[in-house]
């Protein structure tokens, strides 16, 4: 990843997000997530970097057993909170877990490990390459995250800092060819309601899965 310039991406800087996203609208589950995920059958998941909950719920519901973790406080105590009304059911499948994913060790691997939008304070190869560890033989893992296509279609408002943003080759690069098939390595638009105006964002998407033969680094 780039340098972070004016960005430091450390526990910090989330936690102030977070605390400054207090009481807006609650987040919808991702349209990547959502494309990605429905053809698989469910077993574990591990969301690094759940936000507000939204997707780890969906995941849930899905049947997917989750293990939602993110660096912020107030963004598990927003999701334990968004979470809960007429959830239940789905709520008990997932533990939420303050964690910050640059240094913490899974205790387990998973079917699935996602992380979306997440802008590690390291650089973002050594970032993956932790997330391909928790992928169990057979495993997907999705990454998602802002396209960083000079020119990418997005509106100045939204438009992420270079420090945040990523290529498909980004995360590809950290994968193992010969522990991982690549499905999914694209850039792609989504329309995102922005006030009264809809705006077209920019994304990369990354899909892998992990040979059933692959042993753990």
Wanted: proline residues 8%.
């Amino acid at each position: 990843m780039a340098s972070h310039s004016h960005h430091d991406f450390d526990a910090q800087w989330w936690e102030r997000h977070y605390q400054d996203a207090a009481g807006g609208p609650a987040s919808q589950p991702s349209a990547q997530l959502m494309a990605e995920v429905a053809g698989l059958a469910p077993g574990t998941a591990l969301e690094a970097g759940c936000g507000t909950g939204a997707d780890a719920v969906w995941l849930a519901r899905h049947g997917w057993d989750v293990t939602a973790v993110d660096v912020s406080p107030t963004a598990v105590r927003l999701a334990r909170t968004l979470a809960a009304p007429g959830q239940s059911e789905a709520t008990g499948r997932i533990s939420w877990l303050v964690a910050d994913l640059t240094v913490w060790h899974p205790r387990q691997q998973y079917d699935l490990v996602v992380s979306q939008y997440v802008h590690p304070d390291l650089p973002f190869g050594d970032f993956v390459a932790r997330l391909a560890d928790a992928v169990a033989p057979g495993g997907t893992l999705l990454v998602v995250g802002h396209d960083d296509r000079p020119g990418a279609d997005r509106h100045a408002a939204d438009r992420p800092p270079p420090a945040a943003s990523i290529g498909p080759d980004a995360v590809v690069r950290a994968l193992d060819p010969e522990q991982w098939d690549v499905t999914v390595a694209e850039a792609r638009t989504r329309p995102v309601n922005h006030g009264p105006t809809q705006l077209t964002i920019a994304d990369v998407v990354v899909k892998a899965r992990r040979t059933p033969a692959a042993e753990a680094r």
